[in-house]
């Protein structure tokens, strides 16, 4: 990390800031791996106005080195200290310009996120729904245990069936774990019919 030479001034603004600094909410929504992100837009609504509020302003400069491109990420204090960050664009198709500007976004996300100690939090629509169950205070509900894998059924003529549509051990149990709870016998079984050339 990158600072001024002194650090006294900034030090205890960007405490301050911290400590009115919630969460980014994850508005954003990526097809391929079906998951949920914060935007830039969501880290920065976030931060800048517990930033400013404390004397610190944040600047996002796109520079290029012996490492490639990369987004610089400074947090500069009134007093003129500040702290830095580099962050490298990853781009495979650097000379995209859409692919590009994606990889400078990303960049500059998780550096402003990174540098200011952000967590982020899902968000489940309920606020553009009108749906208010996520109410402070309220506990968030736990995940449901998963369901054991019945190893009587697995052994049976369909079980096995469905064990010999797997090249490998790895492939039959990381399949199972997606919706299942697999026990020691059960991960023994399927690894002893493999070995034994049973299935696969």
Not at 12 to 31: C, F, H, M, T, Y
Not at 38 to 51: G, S
């Amino acid at each position: 990390m990158l600072h001024s030479d002194t650090i006294k001034a900034i030090a205890p603004a960007l405490l301050a800031a911290q400590r009115e600094i919630s969460v980014a909410l994850k508005d954003g929504k990526n097809p391929h791996f079906n998951h949920n992100y914060a935007t830039l837009e969501a880290v920065i609504e976030a931060v800048k106005d517990p930033l400013n509020a404390n004397g610190i302003s944040f600047l996002q400069a796109i520079g290029s080195g012996d490492g490639g491109p990369h987004v610089e990420t400074m947090l500069l204090h009134e007093s003129g200290e500040f702290v830095a960050t580099i962050t490298p664009v990853y781009c495979t198709k650097p000379d995209n310009p859409q692919a590009f500007g994606s990889g400078v976004t990303y960049s500059k996300r998780y550096a402003l996120q990174a540098l200011c100690g952000l967590p982020s939090e899902d968000d489940d629509a309920n606020g553009a729904t009108g749906d208010d169950d996520k109410k402070p205070g309220k506990p968030t509900p736990k995940a449901q245990p998963k369901e054991a894998v019945d190893l009587a059924k697995l052994k049976s003529d369909a079980g096995m069936a469905w064990l010999r549509r797997f090249k490998g051990p790895a492939d039959a149990l990381r399949s199972l774990r997606q919706t299942k709870e697999v026990t020691i016998e059960v991960e023994a079984f399927i690894n002893e019919m493999f070995d034994a050339g049973v299935v696969g």
